[in-house]
């Protein structure tokens, strides 16, 4: 794989803590960043992110110095977007799975429509992490080129393999990076499936952020302290 820079990166470690219940949530967040996490994703299966804003507001009260995110599912972009302006939250970020990025395509007219509702937004600060060459979405025959479209629209591109827990090809994260470093100096790529403590050191030197659940936690909802931890020291130390 093509190397960006000889000296060890730390990407951000963001756990994606699915939903269950507020207490539930709120507590595996602690978990988290007690582990040494940069912060976290709140998301939900259950059709209710908009009770995620508001639960949002209570986490952050309690970790006011960390970063914390969410991931809307059951919204389109642009509509998940007008939720945040409406009701102003806490929340330094959002991911999408799919903002219509993707190397084939010559309009990108939905990823304009999500800029347009970037722009609205009274948080000029807020972190955009954008799906491309992403899980259960059309196949990317250029990951680099969908990264790069996805930076220079202002985006974090945020890749994955092909399914959830699925590790994707490190050749494939390797072209990713380079297409979006400056001079030789890593760029923004995140990654949101198959990391675990026993690989993270072959991606972590390619990656600014990483979004992982299945290879740190016991169940759908649970972090395993242990993994979590072993996580992040292989990360820092690849």
């Given at each position: ?6 000296t ?12 269950l ?38 986490i952050k ?10 991931n ?8 998940a ?9 806490t ?46 979405t ?7 080129i969908?990264a790069l ?23 494939k ?54 993994k ?11």
């Open positions: 794989p093509l190397m960006i820079s000889s060890p990166t730390s990407p951000r470690i963001y756990p994606v803590i699915h939903h219940n507020d207490e539930t949530t709120i507590h595996q967040y602690s978990v988290a960043v007690e582990c040494g996490a940069d912060g976290a994703f709140l998301i939900s299966h259950q059709g209710n992110s908009l009770d995620l804003l508001m639960l949002g507001k209570v009260a309690q970790h006011p110095a960390k970063w914390l995110g969410i809307m599912l059951e919204f389109s972009p642009v509509d977007l007008n939720h945040l302006a409406t009701n102003p939250s929340f330094d970020g959002i991911w999408f799975d799919n903002v219509g990025i993707h190397s084939d395509q010559r309009s990108l007219e939905t990823t304009k429509q999500v800029v347009r509702a970037v722009m609205q937004l009274s948080d000029p600060d807020l972190q955009v992490f954008a799906g491309c060459a992403f899980k259960y059309k196949p990317e025959p250029n990951p680099a969908a479209t996805s930076k220079l629209f202002g985006f974090i591109p945020t890749t994955s393999g092909d399914a959830t827990g699925h590790a994707p090809d490190v050749n994260i390797a072209s990713m990076s380079y297409a979006v470093s400056v001079d030789g100096e890593l760029g923004n790529l995140a990654i949101a499936s198959g990391m675990t403590p026993e690989n993270i050191n072959q991606y972590a030197p390619y990656l600014s952020h990483i979004l992982v659940s299945t290879g740190i936690c016991d169940d759908f909802y649970h972090i395993n302290p242990t979590l931890m072993a996580l992040i020291s292989n990360s820092r130390g690849a």
